[in-house]
Structure formats: C-alpha cells, structure tokens
C-alpha cells in the first residue's frame, strides 16, 4: 500500500492513488489537472521517506471534480443576563479533487 501525505492550500492530506479527497478551494475547472509538489512523508510498503521539510522528487497529481461548499457550521454567542445572543452561520468552499498518481520520489 503505498500513500502520501502533502500540502494543499495550507492543509495536510493523505491520499492513496484512485481517492476522492476535499480539499479548500483551488482555481480551475472540472476535469483540469494539478499537481502538488510539498509531499512532507511517503510511503511505500515498509519504504518509508519523511521530508526535511518536504520529500525531494515526489509529487501528487491529482483532477478536479468539482467546485462545492460545505455544510453549515452554526456559531451561536451568548452573555446571560445582559441581552446578548449573535446567531451566525458559515459555509466553507471546498474543491473534490481525484487522485491520479503518486510519484514518491
């Protein structure tokens, strides 16, 4: 079983070839291709390689799937006794994207 763990709009994800992961939005249509180059660990088997910061030579190509938003987060705030309530919601973009190949370096 061979995965990487890199960086992708300041998150860390660990994908394996053929998943479909979430990450924050990306520019670019459905169906182009993006690549990310700061793979911090790879592994491959009992072949492990762990980045000083990142894995030299390794990579993570991936395809866009779609463009979305998340669930709502509720944010309620609250001071008893003084009249206070604030009630808000957020949606966060996201970006599916389809991993097409792990070059491990």
């Known amino acids: 079983m061979s995965y990487a763990i890199f960086k992708a709009v300041g998150e860390q994800v660990k994908a394996e070839e053929g998943d479909l992961l979430r990450v ?5 249509e459905p169906g182009a291709k993006v690549t990310f ?3 911090l660990f790879s592994a491959d088997g009992d072949d492990y390689k762990t980045g000083q910061p990142t894995v030299k030579g390794a990579k993570v190509t991936a395809e866009i799937v ?3 938003r998340g669930e709502k987060v509720v944010v309620f705030k609250f001071k008893k006794r003084k009249k206070y309530r604030r009630k808000t919601g957020h949606r966060q973009d996201f970006t599916e994207i389809k991993v097409t190949g792990l070059k491990l370096g």
């Open 66 to 68: 779609r463009h979305g």
């Open 24 to 28: 924050p939005k990306l520019e670019g």
């Open 37 to 39: 180059d700061e793979v």
